[in-house]
């Protein structure tokens, strides 16, 4: 049946039919501890009773009626994500990319209505990821993503990750806004230093830049702050932020936050999608925030994310010879092995463990956040077994 998909995925056997919290099922019953979690997607887990619930109800009232009208959810999960964030505006999506497409829009358009038409480059790091349409992959800058696709576009240029002496020389007057990840997702896991995202918004202050943050992967709690940059307190907000993935825990949904200054540009006509912020969408996104946002559920995040991280660095003290480096934050973490980390995912997926994989050699972990100490207990004891047998098959 696989030959009718257009096979830009390459996906191993399974298939799965059902999940339940950190697991997931396939037909014939076997059973499988989830530490990728549709990338960082299903913050709740797997079918969250409030989640159903909340889709089953929406899904008997009323499905979609398309931003004509307006949508109480959408209205009621903005007034959230704005009390608990730098952002005074939310545009709902559908997806990652569609919230970083909003993002750079708004950026460009901020810069028109300012009176400052040529600012309009957006400065973005190697090993960015921020989406597969023509505009996100130009700002992702990845050669593979890139190619055959045409002549490269105009107005993004790319710095090497970390290097503020470049990004400082880069900024001009022709600068539109830089756009980065606060933990770098598919380029290998990689947080940014929170003095780092600091300077980051100094320089930006300084010179006029908007800066924008693309949190579609690190946010939604996944670094133990309901976003990555909460963890600098207010002293490196961006003045637009893109989320998606865990916000909806499983249901497509995403979002571009803006500043009302940022977003000052953006009026009737200016953008628009069909279903961004349709009610079933917004039902559900209103009880993952609320779920996040509960009382104690961040520092649980926090207290597992110890354990997790504890348990990594026993893999990298065990298996020094494979493992190089425990990299990340919170839940959005992984080891950097010293080859390619495909191998050892397919040795962890036999033994019933579904882990990911991310750029620079890394096996890439991003579970549900609702895991415990025992199921990361189970999951570092399978990679170790992984490992050991990685080893084994070189000799
Ligand atoms: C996944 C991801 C995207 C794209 O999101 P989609 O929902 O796949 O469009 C953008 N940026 C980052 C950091 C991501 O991890």
Avoid at 118 to 132: L, N, V, W
Avoid at 356 to 371: E, F, M, Q, T
Avoid at 374 to 387: G, K, P, S
């Amino acid at each position: 049946m696989r030959e009718a998909m257009l096979p830009v995925y390459a996906p191993p056997e399974e298939i799965f039919t059902r999940g339940e919290g950190m697991r997931l099922f396939t037909e014939d019953g076997k059973v499988y501890l989830d530490f990728i979690a549709g990338i960082a997607v299903n913050a709740l887990g797997h079918a969250h009773p409030k989640m159903v619930e909340a889709l089953k109800d929406q899904a008997e009232k009323l499905w979609h009626t398309s931003n004509m009208f307006r949508v109480r959810g959408g209205e009621e999960l903005s007034e959230k994500y704005c009390a608990n964030t730098f952002a005074d505006q939310v545009f709902f999506t559908n997806s990652g990319t569609e919230a970083i497409e909003c993002a750079l829009k708004t950026a460009r358009k901020y810069h028109y209505v300012n009176g400052e038409p040529h600012r309009q480059e957006i400065i973005t790091f190697t090993g960015a990821f921020h989406g597969r349409s023509f505009a996100a992959i130009n700002a992702g800058g990845n050669p593979a993503y890139l190619e055959g696709f045409g002549e490269p576009m105009a107005g993004f240029k790319q710095l090497p990750f970390g290097d503020m002496h470049a990004l400082k020389a880069a900024i001009s007057k022709d600068t539109c806004a830089v756009l980065v990840e606060p933990v770098q997702g598919e380029g290998g896991v990689r947080d940014i230093p929170e003095s780092c995202l600091i300077e980051l918004r100094k320089l930006c202050d300084e010179t006029g830049t908007l800066l924008i943050y693309d949190e579609v992967q690190c946010g939604a709690g996944r670094t133990g702050k309901m976003f990555a940059h909460q963890w600098c307190e207010g002293k490196a907000d961006p003045d637009i932020m893109a989320v998606a993935k865990g916000v909806g825990g499983g249901f497509p949904m995403g979002a571009c936050l803006v500043t009302e200054e940022a977003g000052k540009g953006m009026r009737p006509g200016s953008h628009g999608s069909t279903y961004g912020g349709n009610p079933l969408a917004m039902a559900v996104g209103n009880v993952v925030f609320d779920e996040l946002a509960g009382e104690g559920f961040m520092e649980e995040v926090r207290r597992v994310s110890g354990t997790l991280k504890q348990g990594l660095a026993s893999l990298k003290d065990r298996h020094p010879e494979i493992v190089e480096e425990v990299r990340g934050k919170g839940l959005l973490c992984g080891l950097k092995l010293n080859r390619a980390p495909k191998p050892v995912q397919q040795l962890a997926r036999e033994k019933n463990l579904l882990v990911g994989v991310a750029g620079d050699n890394v096996l890439r972990l991003a579970p549900p956040l609702i895991a415990t100490d025992a199921d990361i207990r189970e999951a570092v004891e399978i990679l170790d077994a992984c490992l050991t047998e990685a080893k084994a098959q070189e000799s």
